[in-house]
């Protein structure tokens, strides 16, 4: 297997290959964009609850 594989492309010029020169393909750019920010999200819900659950403990408060 090699990595990284042949005719692999990062999001983001997957995400440009949805733009013709006509026509925009949302369906590809829209699920693009989902799997680009998914990994965000659950870092920041991990982030999030981390620091709830240590505010807790500490007793910072926070605005």
Do not use: H
Request: charged content about 15%; glycine content about 6%.
């Amino acid at each position: 297997m090699k990595l990284p594989p042949e005719g692999a492309l990062t999001i983001t010029v997957y995400a440009l290959d949805s733009i013709g020169n006509e026509s925009l393909n949302w369906g590809l750019l829209a699920s693009s964009a989902l799997v680009a920010a998914f990994p965000v999200m659950i870092v920041t819900m991990i982030a999030i609850d981390r620091v709830l659950r240590y505010d807790q403990r500490s007793g910072l408060k926070f605005v």
